[in-house]
C-alpha cells in the first residue's frame, strides 16, 4: 500500500481559494487511481474527484465540477485538488485516496475502491 498526508487546508472566506496536496511515500505511486472525497460534521463521506493512473482522465462530483481541479505529479508522488469559488457548503474534512486494483484509466467515486486513506484536513469556508 501507499501512505498518504494531505496538506493546505484552512479557513477561507467565501469566494476564496484553497490548493490542497497529497504527498505518497511507500509503492509505486504510479500505477494508483487518485482520489479527493469529503466529509461534512452529521453527513456521509462524498466523493469530490478522481484521477487515472497518467492523469489523461479526470472526473468530479456535480457540486465542484467547474470551480476544482484534480491534478497529480507522478514524479514528485504528489496530488493536487485546487478549490476555486468556495462555498460554505465546501467545509469539510477533505481527504485524498489511492486505488491500485483499478483499471489504467480508471476513476473511481466509490470510497470501496480505494486502498489507502490519508489522514484528512480541514477546509472551512467562511460566510
Known amino acids: 500500500q501507499v501512505q498518504l498526508v494531505e496538506s493546505g487546508g484552512g479557513l477561507v472566506q467565501a469566494g476564496g481559494s484553497l490548493s490542497l496536496s497529497c504527498a505518497a511515500s511507500g509503492r509505486t505511486f504510479s500505477s494508483y487511481a487518485l482520489g479527493w472525497f469529503r466529509q461534512a460534521p452529521g453527513k456521509e463521506r462524498e466523493f469530490v474527484a478522481a484521477i487515472s493512473w497518467s492523469g489523461g482522465s479526470t472526473l468530479y462530483a456535480d457540486s465542484v465540477k467547474g470551480r476544482f481541479t484534480i491534478s497529480r505529479d507522478n514524479a514528485k508522488r504528489t496530488g493536487y485538488l485546487q478549490m476555486n469559488s468556495l462555498k460554505s457548503e465546501d467545509t469539510a474534512v477533505y481527504y485524498c485516496?489511492?486505488?491500485?486494483?483499478?483499471?489504467?484509466?480508471?476513476?473511481?467515486?466509490?470510497?470501496?475502491?480505494?486502498?489507502?486513506w490519508g489522514q484528512g484536513t480541514q477546509v472551512t469556508v467562511s460566510s
Open positions: 485516496a489511492a486505488a491500485q486494483r483499478v483499471g489504467v484509466r480508471s476513476t473511481p467515486t466509490r470510497s470501496l475502491a480505494y486502498d489507502s
